[in-house]
């Protein structure tokens, strides 16, 4: 590993008595930022579910601040993968998620986010993002 020049402003042998920058924080309690598994992009999948009727809504993303913001403000925020950005679902649409509660699975590798959905959940215009769209399977029996 090669050393890295001191800035010019700087002797070589100083020690600096700035703090490091913070390596991304979480503003998520540390035992919630702890557990989290996050894929290689940062982002956990949240499955997204209707809290009365326990009908699957859709599957959304998110990130520590997407979470924290779901968290804290009873609406619920998704980080997208292709735009790059937080989105709350409904600002545009008016097809709310009021966060009903919150879990992590076993392994902090998923969430399951229940809502009061109001409209439809899918960007189709479908109440949920599986509206048909079922697949021909083999259905097993137990026993």
Known sequence: MSEQPAPANTPANSVSTQPEPAASASPLP??????????????VAAIVQQFDT???????WMDDEALHRT???G??????????????KGDTSGHVQWVKSLAMD??????????DQVGAACHT????????????AVVGHAG
Not at 82 to 87: A, I, K, L, P, T
Not at 106 to 115: K, S
Not at 125 to 136: K, P
């Open 30 to 43: 540390a035992g919630l930022a702890d557990a989290l598994k996050r894929d290689s992009a940062g982002l």
């Open 54 to 60: 326990h009908e699957v809504l859709m599957l959304g």
């Open 71 to 73: 968290m804290t403000t």
């Open 75 to 88: 609406r619920v925020t998704f980080y997208s993968r292709s735009r790059q950005e937080y989105w709350r």
């Open 106 to 115: 076993c392994d902090g590798d998923a969430l399951l986010v229940r809502v």
């Open 125 to 136: 215009g479908s109440r949920t993002c599986f509206d048909g769209r079922e697949l021909d």
